[in-house]
């Protein structure tokens, strides 16, 4: 009698299973339908808000001051920098001719700090600097640089936790020109530091004694060498939504023309300053931009500084800057870098050198 129980009651629990696992299949059915119902009742796109979402943008805490526009500002900071340091000064440049810096730097290098130096072995000023910077027993080399290939890169690291991001040259052309620089403190400094022990390597074959640069404090930028500039660029001009503005020397058709009428036609505001000569160096690129109702101005200073600025903005929250102007020979042969800076902060302050550059460029 009690097996018979026992058997009964077990073939109760299984009906009862049964009963309720066909019944699990509509109310899923009825829970999708709400969960897809809410958002068009409410207006909100997005139901839920996950913490990966957030950290897929994050955002750099540089700070607008970080920013240094034009050379009555840049070579101040670059002498300062320079005097602070205490261990090691490591400098990337295409060109170096500005005599007190190179005093500076022997000045340093006879007090006991690692100098090295990588310049581009194509510019005729480099040829004096080389010879009087070896003459006092400091390390500098050219960049083996193939044919055809300049070396652009421009950058200097003091101490592995300080660095300087710039786009002209340490030299009188340069700190004429109208352009800016970055100062940084935070784990970007740390591949900058690496990046410049790599192309020291690969010039002397001998490697370089790097900290560990874990210490530093997180600050999401993005430091890109060669063919990672393109892409950086690429990515931020297909992820804009609402606003592109672009100052650059050069630029020359081919994907980045192709991605700024893409980003046109899905609705962004895109404005493009380039150099007057742009007309006759690249017309083709210039006539496809202007077929795509994309607002076009060629740059004129009111003091007359000529145009060394190469960055973009997008959306108002991210900066791009580069070491030179947006052309093929830049991003595919020359040995090239640059900084992408996800701080609404920073672009506000380079947000408005644009309106003010905007308003004196002429169409």
């Not at 800016?180 to 900058?192: I, N, P, T, W, Y």
Request: proline share 4%; charged share 20%.
């Amino acid at each position: 009698m009690y097996n018979k129980r026992r058997v009964a009651k077990a073939q109760f629990i299984d009906k009862e299973a049964d009963i309720l696992s066909k019944a699990k299949v509509p109310f899923l059915i009825i829970l999708m339908i709400i969960m897809i119902a809410i958002p068009t009742m409410s207006g909100c796109s997005k139901i839920f808000s996950f913490s990966a979402d957030e950290e897929s943008n994050p955002v750099s805490n540089l700070p607008p001051g970080a920013l240094y526009i034009d050379g009555a500002a840049i070579r101040p900071l670059t002498l300062n920098v320079i005097n602070q340091a205490k261990q090691s000064i490591y400098i990337e440049l295409s060109s170096l001719n500005d005599q007190e810096i190179i005093n500076l730097l022997i000045t340093k290098a006879h007090s006991g700090i690692e100098v090295r130096l990588l310049l581009d072995q194509w510019q005729r000023d480099n040829t004096s600097t080389i010879k009087a910077l070896k003459n006092e027993n400091i390390s500098v080399q050219y960049y083996p640089a193939e044919k055809g290939q300049y070396q652009t890169v421009r950058y200097m690291v003091v101490d592995h936790k300080t660095a300087v991001f710039y786009e002209k040259d340490w030299t009188a052309k340069g700190f004429d020109a109208h352009s800016m620089a970055v100062k940084l403190s935070g784990d970007s400094v740390g591949v900058m530091d690496k990046s410049f022990g790599k192309d020291w390597t690969y010039t002397t074959t001998l490697s370089l004694d790097l900290p560990d640069s874990s210490k530093l404090p997180e600050d999401n930028i993005t430091f890109a060498v060669t063919v990672n500039v393109k892409q950086q660029l690429l990515n931020l001009i297909n992820a804009a939504t609402s606003e592109i503005l672009i100052e650059t020397e050069q630029l020359s058709k081919d994907d980045i023309i192709d991605a700024l009428m893409e980003a046109k036609k899905r609705g962004c505001n895109v404005k493009v300053i380039v150099s007057l000569s742009s007309a006759i160096t690249s017309p083709d690129a210039i006539q496809e931009l202007k077929d795509a109702q994309i607002e076009l101005r060629y740059y004129n200073h009111p003091d007359k500084k000529a145009m060394g600025a190469n960055f973009g903005i997008f959306d108002q929250t991210t900066l791009f800057f580069s070491n030179s102007a947006w052309t093929y020979p830049s991003f595919v042969i020359n040995h090239e870098s640059s900084l992408t800076i996800p701080s609404p902060a920073a672009a506000k302050k380079v947000t408005a050198l644009f309106d003010e550059e905007w308003a004196n460029s002429t169409p």
